[in-house]
Every structure is written in structure tokens, then in C-alpha cells.
């Protein structure tokens, strides 16, 4: 799971993703900052984080976000789980097992405040397809595909509900195709493409910094994650702050479901 950057606290201007109107807000308040995506299929893992205040006479409270106590509730069985802290503001239930179609809802008490949210988890996309399960990449030394137009994979699904997508992937190699003796320097190994309510979507080599095996996701997301991608987007200098659909906090608790496709990114001789 991916954890949002924590986000900015603006004395001037919040935005309640809940009525999607602006609010303002009179004064610092020490309340959480929630991340959590409950992926089908996988056990969530729920970030806490403290909002960070841009103001020298800010309060802080005494809360430990690694003590707290917290329930995600299965609505539609009618199952409680309480999550334990891992580490650095981190909680999770392996015995929760996150289902299609099933509603949950998020409560803990943080700094005296009531937190809480609730999510429906998505359908799985529908009649997804790939025009190819592989890509071939030649060095940059070279004229290759990586500057030549046209050249990709196109991705397409089915989606008659008008849904909101993203597509992202992955890899675990250690082969870049743009090779550098700092690691440090070495290019990012995921990528995500904006978001989008259309049924397809064009992967450009540009997206492969590595040779080897990808996992390339296409996931249905629901507004309230278009509406935190669009808040994570903007600067300190834009006087916006986005509440997301936490009651009583900040931040995200929503479903997501997605279908996976491996891809074998190759070097090409061309």
C-alpha cells in the first residue's frame, strides 16, 4: 500500500471533499491525517499520520499515533476487526480480507475527536484487454522506440457506468534501461497515469524505466480518490486543503478494485 504525502494545514481554506465545498477553518486543530486503500482481495493497511501546521503558535496534543485503538467493520457481515500497530503510524488485521461489493466503516477516537468514514468496495473492471503481454525497448544509445511515436501498448475495458480508472504498474527489477552507477539515481520502478472516465488507455515505453517483468493494474477507484489525487497534486502556495471523506479528520478511506496483467519489458535489437 502506498501512503499519501502527509498533508499541508492552511489557516485560510480546507475543502470537504464529502460536499465538495470550500470551508474555512478559524483555527490550528491536532487532528489525524488517514491513508488507507482497501484493495479486494488483500488485507488493508491503515496509515495515520499528525497534520503538520504552517504556524509558529500551533498546540500539538500528546496523542502516540502508534496507540490507538481502531475497528474497520465489515457492514455487510456484520464483523469488527481491530487493527494492530505495526510500526510508524501503520495498522493492520490480517484476518481481514477485503470483498467485492461489501460496505466498511472506519472508527477510532484520536486526540478526543470521533473518526470515522465508510467506503463500498467496487466491481472488478470488466473485459479488459491488452493489445500486447510484452515491449521491446532498445538502449538509449540507439534510435529506438522509446522516442519513436505510436509505439506502445494499448489497454481498453469495458466501462458503460461512466466509472473512474487509473492505470499503474510495477516491477521488482534491477536492470535499468538507463543505466547509472548511483543507485541512488536510479529511475522510480512504478508509474500511475491520470486518472480517467474513458475505457482505455495508451502505455508509451516512456512509462518502462526497466527490462523485465511488470504488473500493470487497471483499477476502478471511486470520487473520492480523484478528488484527494487532484489535493496531493497542489502546492503549499495554493491555500487548499483537502478533508477528504474522513468524519472528523483527514485525509482517505476508500475502495478500490483492480485486474492485473504481467508484462515482459525486453531489449530490442531494432
Known amino acids: 500500500m502506498k501512503k499519501l504525502p502527509i498533508l499541508l494545514f492552511i489557516i485560510s481554506i480546507a475543502i470537504f471533499c464529502s460536499s465538495c465545498q470550500p470551508t474555512l477553518i478559524a483555527e490550528f486543530e491536532d487532528r489525524p491525517v488517514v491513508s488507507c486503500y482497501l484493495d479486494a482481495g488483500d488485507t488493508p493497511i491503515l496509515n495515520i499520520t499528525k497534520l503538520i501546521a504552517f504556524r509558529d503558535d500551533a498546540t500539538y496534543s500528546n496523542q502516540d499515533i502508534d496507540d490507538l485503538t481502531?475497528?474497520?467493520?465489515?457492514?455487510?457481515?456484520?464483523?469488527?476487526?481491530?487493527?494492530?500497530?505495526?510500526?510508524?503510524?501503520?495498522?493492520?488485521?490480517?484476518?481481514?480480507?477485503?470483498?467485492?461489493?461489501?460496505?466498511?466503516?472506519?472508527?477510532?477516537?484520536?486526540?478526543?475527536?470521533?473518526?470515522?468514514?465508510?467506503?463500498?468496495?467496487?466491481?472488478?473492471?470488466?473485459?479488459?484487454?491488452?493489445?500486447?503481454?510484452?515491449?521491446?525497448?532498445?538502449?538509449?544509445?540507439?534510435?529506438?522506440?522509446?522516442?519513436?511515436?505510436?509505439?506502445?501498448?494499448?489497454?481498453?475495458w469495458n466501462n458503460d457506468e461512466g466509472d473512474y480508472y487509473i492505470v499503474e504498474g510495477s516491477t521488482t527489477s534491477i536492470q535499468p534501461i538507463q543505466y547509472t552507477y548511483d543507485e541512488d539515481k536510479w529511475p522510480d520502478k512504478s508509474f500511475k497515469l491520470d486518472y480517467t472516465k474513458g475505457n482505455s488507455a495508451t502505455l508509451s515505453s516512456q512509462q518502462f524505466q526497466y527490462y523485465g517483468g511488470y504488473v500493470v493494474s487497471v483499477i476502478r477507484i471511486l470520487p473520492e480518490y480523484v478528488v484527494m489525487s487532484q489535493g496531493s497534486s497542489s502546492t503549499s502556495t495554493s491555500l487548499v486543503d483537502i478533508r477528504g471523506n474522513i468524519d472528523g479528520g483527514y485525509g482517505i478511506f476508500t475502495g478500490i478494485n483492480r485486474f492485473k496483467k504481467n508484462i515482459n519489458v525486453f531489449k530490442s535489437t531494432m
Not at 470483498?99 to 472508527?107: E, V
Open 70 to 156: 481502531i475497528t474497520i467493520t465489515d457492514n455487510t457481515e456484520n464483523v469488527k476487526y481491530v487493527l494492530s500497530n505495526i510500526n510508524d503510524g501503520n495498522y493492520e488485521n490480517k484476518s481481514l480480507i477485503v470483498q467485492t461489493g461489501h460496505t466498511y466503516s472506519l472508527y477510532f477516537i484520536y486526540n478526543g475527536y470521533t473518526i470515522t468514514a465508510t467506503t463500498t468496495i467496487p466491481d472488478a473492471p470488466e473485459e479488459v484487454e491488452f493489445s500486447s503481454a510484452s515491449i521491446g525497448i532498445s538502449t538509449p544509445k540507439q534510435l529506438t522506440s522509446r522516442n519513436m511515436p505510436g509505439i506502445g501498448i494499448e489497454v481498453t
